[in-house]
C-alpha cells in the first residue's frame, strides 16, 4: 500500500512536539469524501481550527496531511492513561487517522477502507511501538462529548492489528499430494463431473496443454437415484458412433464410448485436428450450443468463423452470445471464452473488440481506432465485472490480490466459485481459472476474504503440482499482497471481490424481440419443463417464456416483457417439487425483483402447464 502526502493549505497544526507519539486515535470525519478531506486540508475554520495526520477513503486511499513529527489538532478535550500516567490533551502524544465516515453507526466502513486502516495502523504500531491499549477511538479518550468513529468493528480492528499474523509455511511435499487430490476434485466438479484415476481425456489435456476441464456434456440426464456411468454420458453424434465428449480450456475431446475401457489417451481425438464432415459439425453445434443454448453454431457468422481460426488463443466458449449494456449507457454483444472474451458495439456486428485488447489499451501498449483510453477502461472493466458475476459468482474486484495475481500470470476465465479445504494442519483457499487450479495456504481456518493474508503467503497451482517442477511451492503472494505490481491504484488487501446474493443471469431477450412498453403483470405461471435448457428451447411453447431458471439456479431471460395475456411465465427446468435450493432461490429472488418493479400482487403465481 502507499501512502500519498499531501500538505496543509494553512498551518493548523503545531510543528514538533513536546512528547513522543505514544498513541493512535482513530476518528470519523462525520462527512463524505472528497468534502471532508478538503476540509481537513484547510484546516477546518479560522474559529475552530482542524488537522489530522492521516485520512483515509471509503475507497482506501490513505493520505497524509501532517508528518508524524508535528501536533496535529485532532483530539481536542481529553484524557488517557499513557505508559501507565495519567495525561490530558491527548494531541501531545498521539497520531490522529480520520477515516471517511458519515459516524452515524450505520454508515458501512467498506473492506478496502478497513483494510487500509488495518496496514497503516501495524505499520505505525510497530514503527512507534505503541502498547494495545494506546491504539485508541476519539469516543474512548473523550466520552461524552465524541461517539467517533461510530459503527466502526472496534475489537475485532484492534485483535487484527496485534495479531502477530506471519505467512504460513510453503506446503510440505507430503500434502502436496493431498493438495493436488483437492484441486483435481475442484477442476472436475467445476465442470460438472468427476475424475477417476487415469482419466484418459485428462492425461491427454495435460500432454497438450489444453487447461482445465469446463464441462462434460452428456446425451440425458441421470434419472432420479441412479449413477451416471459413462456409458450414460454417451452422446451419438452424426452417424459415427457414440462418444464421451469432454470440453476443456483449450479444446473439445471425445473418444468412442466403446474404447473408453481402456484408458488409453491415444483413443481420445480433439475437435481442433478432426477433418472437415458432418462429425465435426456435430462436434462444433455441441461445442457452442453447451455455451449458448439458444444460437449454437452458426457456419455462416463472421463472429463464429473468427473463433473457430482463434481457438487456441480464446479458448472456447464458456457463456452465451449476451448483451451487455455498460455505464454510459453503449450496448454491446458479448461473450465469453475461456481464455479472452469477445464483445461488438450495437449494431456493428462486424467490429470485434477482445478483452486481451483492452487490456493492451489500458495500459499503453496500443490503440484502437475510434476508442479512447476512458472508454477502453470503462468496456474491460464491463467485460471483467460480467466474467467474475457469471462464473465465479463473485464482484470483479480489480484490486484484491488473487484477482491481481490471476490477470497478470494470464489464467484466464475464473471457472467455478472459491473454495476452502483444510488438509492436515494447513488451510487453502481453492480456486478454478481456465488455465490452473490455485490453491492459496490460508493463515487459518475461516479467514475472511476480505481480510489481506501476511506478505509470503505461498501459492500452489495444480499444473505445477503434476509438472517436474518443484513442487513444495510455485510461488508466494508479497507482490500481490504489498502492490509493487504494475497495476495502477491502491491495494485494497482482501483476497477476492465480495460474493454476489444475486443469481447469474443471461440476457438473452434480444435474439427473440425488441424491447417493449412495460404491462400489467396481472399473473405469473411457473412452468415445470423436462429440462435441460438447450432441449427445452426446442419446445414449440418457448416462445411464452420470459424466464428460464435452471437447476444451477442460472436464470436466462427470455423476453423484454409480458406481450401476451399480461402474463409473466417463468419455465423452471424440471419438477418444482424437486427444485434444487439454488434454484428455489433464484426463483424467489426474480419474484422479488418483478413485485419490486412491476407491482403485481403475489397472490397471483400460479403453477403449472397453461392449457
Ligand atoms: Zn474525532
Redesign the pocket.
Known amino acids: 500500500m502507499q501512502i500519498e502526502q499531501m500538505p496543509m493549505s494553512r498551518p493548523h497544526y503545531q510543528r514538533g512536539r513536546k512528547g513522543r507519539v505514544r498513541m493512535i ?1 482513530l ?2 470525519t462525520a462527512g463524505r469524501g472528497p468534502g471532508d478531506l478538503n476540509w481537513l486540508r484547510i484546516g477546518g475554520s479560522e474559529s475552530r481550527p482542524v488537522s489530522t495526520h492521516y485520512y483515509i477513503s471509503k475507497q482506501g486511499r490513505i493520505v497524509q496531511l501532517v508528518d508524524d513529527a508535528n501536533t496535529a489538532w ?3 478535550v481529553s484524557r488517557w492513561q499513557v505508559d501507565g500516567k495519567q495525561v490530558s490533551g491527548c494531541n501531545t502524544y498521539s497520531l ?1 487517522i ?1 477515516l471517511e465516515n458519515l459516524n452515524n453507526g450505520r454508515d458501512p466502513y467498506p473492506a478496502a477502507q478497513y483494510a487500509a486502516a488495518l496496514w497503516l495502523c501495524r505499520s505505525l504500531v510497530t514503527r512507534y511501538d505503541i502498547p494495545r491499549n494506546q491504539l485508541v477511538r ?2 474512548d479518550i ?1 466520552p461524552g462529548r ?1 461517539s ?2 461510530a459503527g466502526f468493528p472496534w475489537q475485532r480492528f484492534v485483535n487484527e492489528v496485534y495479531s502477530e499474523v506471519q505467512a504460513p509455511p510453503p506446503t510440505p511435499p507430503e500434502l502436496v499430494v493431498q493438495l493436488q487430490a483437492h484441486l483435481l476434485d475442484l477442476a472436475y466438479r467445476s465442470a460438472g463431473s468427476g475424475i477417476s484415476a487415469g482419466w484418459p481425456f485428462f492425461t491427454l489435456a495435460q500432454q497438450a496443454k489444453l487447461g482445465m476441464p469446463v464441462a462434460a456434456p452428456s446425451a440425458r440426464r441421470a434419472t432420479l437415484g441412479t449413477a451416471q456411468d459413462d456409458q450414460d454420458r454417451g452422446i451419438p453424434l452424426a452417424d459415427a458412433g457414440i462418444f464421451v465428449v469432454e470440453i476443456y480450456a483449450g479444446d473439445l475431446l471425445y473418444a468412442p464410448v466403446a474404447e473408453l475401457a481402456e484408458a488409453d489417451p491415444s483413443q481420445v481425438q480433439r475437435l481442433s485436428q478432426t477433418e472437415a464432415g458432418p462429425l465435426r459439425d456435430a462436434l462444433l453445434e455441441l461445442l457452442f450450443r453447451h455455451a449458448d443454448p439458444v444460437n449454437g453454431y452458426r457456419p455462416d457468422w463472421a463472429h463464429h468463423q473468427y473463433v473457430l481460426k482463434n481457438l487456441d488463443n480464446l479458448g472456447v466458449p464458456i457463456g452465451p452470445n449476451q448483451r451487455l449494456t455498460i455505464s454510459n449507457g453503449k450496448a454491446y454483444v458479448c461473450q465469453h471464452f475461456a481464455y479472452d472474451s469477445l464483445c461488438s458495439p450495437v449494431p456493428n456486428w462486424k467490429t470485434i473488440y477482445r478483452l486481451s485488447d483492452l487490456h493492451a489499451v489500458v495500459a499503453g501498449k496500443r490503440s484502437i481506432p475510434g476508442m479512447t483510453i476512458a472508454q477502453a477502461t470503462l468496456l474491460r472493466r464491463s467485460l471483467l465485472d460480467s466474467l467474475y458475476r457469471e462464473q465465479a459468482g463473485r464482484q470483479f474486484e480489480e484490486q484484491a490480490t488473487l484477482v491481481r495475481y490471476a490477470l497478470d500470470k494470464k489464467l484466464g476465465a475464473p471457472l467455478g466459485t472459491p473454495e476452502e479445504v483444510e488438509i492436515g494442519e494447513a488451510h487453502f483457499l481453492l480456486m478454478p481459472f481456465a488455465k490452473d487450479v490455485v490453491a492459496c495456504r490460508l493463515p487459518r481456518a475461516g479467514w475472511a476474504y476480505d481480510r489481506p493474508v501476511p506478505e509470503g503467503t505461498p501459492i500452489n497451482g495444480l499444473v505445477a503440482t503434476l509438472g517436474d517442477e518443484s513442487s513444495d511451492a510455485i510461488g508466494h503472494l508479497s507482490a500481490y499482497v504489498s502492490g509493487s505490481q504494475h497495476l495502477p491504484g491502491t491495494v485494497t488487501g482482501q483476497l477476492l471481490g465480495q460474493a454476489l446474493a444475486q443469481p447469474r443471469i443471461h440476457d438473452l431477450s434480444r435474439w427473440y424481440d425488441t424491447p417493449q412498453p412495460p404491462q400489467v403483470i396481472e399473473q405469473i405461471i411457473l412452468w415445470p419443463t423436462p429440462g435441460p435448457l438447450a432441449s427445452d428451447l426446442a419446445l414449440p411453447v418457448v416462445d411464452f417464456w420470459h424466464y428460464y431458471i435452471q437447476r444451477d439456479g442460472t436464470i436466462t431471460r427470455l423476453r423484454e416483457t409480458p406481450s401476451t395475456n399480461a402474463n409473466m411465465i417463468i419455465a423452471s427446468e424440471g419438477d418444482l417439487n424437486h427444485a434444487s435450493p439454488r434454484q428455489r432461490s433464484s426463483l424467489a429472488w426474480l419474484l422479488r425483483i418483478l413485485h419490486a418493479s412491476s407491482a403485481f400482487d403475489l397472490s397471483q403465481v400460479r403453477v403449472g402447464v397453461p392449457r
Do not use: F
Open positions: 486515535v476518528h470519523a485532532h483530539a481536542g490522529g480520520e476519539h469516543l473523550a465524541k467517533d468513529p
